[in-house]
């Protein structure tokens, strides 16, 4: 089992999860107007107190290339 640390990963991975997490939202309310910071934000947030700051996962989920 692989470790990975949650902060780190949201945080290499902002510009992606910011821009999918607001296409999410747009699909399902397209008339909303919330801000892609904005949901960056709580998304951080619910992943701190949702995980640990390292969590186990499969080697198979980790290329350390």
Known sequence: MARVNMEEIIEALDNNFSRTLKAVIDEIYPENTF???????????????????????????????
């Open 35 to 65: 801000d892609e910071r904005m949901i960056m934000r709580v998304f951080r947030t619910k992943v701190e107190r949702g995980f640990e700051r390292w969590e186990y996962v499969s080697d198979r989920c980790v290329d350390a290339e």
